[in-house]
C-alpha cells in the first residue's frame, strides 16, 4: 500500500470548502491526474454518491468507479475500485479564523500482480501529493472567489 499525506491551509471558510470538494467531479480541478470525473445517477453529494473517474498515471489510462463513503461537517472520504486498485481520498478539516485546514491523505492499494510495483510507484505518488497542494488550493480559490461589487468593472 503507498500513503501520502499533506497539509493545506485554504483562505475559505470550512463549510464552503468541503461543499466544493465534496463534489468529486471538482477532482477534473485539483488532481493532476484526473482526466474526467463524472457523477453517476442525479442529486448532490451524499453518503453514497458514485463518480466514474478516468485518470492518467505514468502514460497509462485506468478508469474507476468512486463512492462518497464519508460526509461529515468535518470529514470527507471517498473511496474508488477498479480490478488493479483501490483509491482512498480521505480529507479532513479544521477551521480557525475563517481559514480551513485539510489534512489530505490518499491512500492506493495495488491487486494481484500489480501489487510488486508498489515499492517502485511510491516516488510518483508522493510527486503527485505535492502537485494536489499547488492545484487544489487554485481550485478552491477559483470555485470560491466572491466576484468584486459593482458588476466587476474596475473603477
Request: hydrophobic residues 35%; charged residues 30%.
Amino acid at each position: 500500500m503507498i500513503e501520502v499525506e499533506r497539509v493545506m491551509t485554504l483562505d475559505h471558510p470550512l463549510p464552503d470548502v468541503v461543499g466544493f470538494l465534496a463534489d468529486f467531479a471538482n477532482a477534473e480541478l485539483w488532481d493532476p491526474g484526473t482526466i474526467t470525473c463524472d457523477r453517476i445517477g442525479t442529486g448532490g453529494p451524499a453518503v453514497g454518491a458514485e463518480w466514474h473517474n478516468v485518470s492518467e498515471f505514468r502514460g497509462r489510462r485506468t478508469e474507476l468507479r468512486y463512492r462518497l463513503d464519508r460526509f461529515d461537517a468535518d470529514h470527507l472520504t471517498f473511496v474508488g475500485h477498479n480490478k488493479t486498485a483501490t483509491s482512498t481520498d480521505d480529507m479532513r478539516f479544521g477551521e480557525r479564523d475563517g481559514r480551513t485546514r485539510l489534512t489530505y491523505r490518499a491512500r492506493v492499494e495495488f491487486h494481484g500482480v500489480a501489487r510488486l510495483a508498489t515499492p517502485l510507484l511510491k516516488r510518483e505518488f508522493e510527486r503527485l501529493g505535492d502537485e494536489v497542494c499547488v492545484r487544489l488550493p487554485q481550485a478552491v480559490d477559483r470555485a470560491l472567489r466572491v466576484p468584486p461589487s459593482g458588476g466587476g468593472h474596475p473603477q
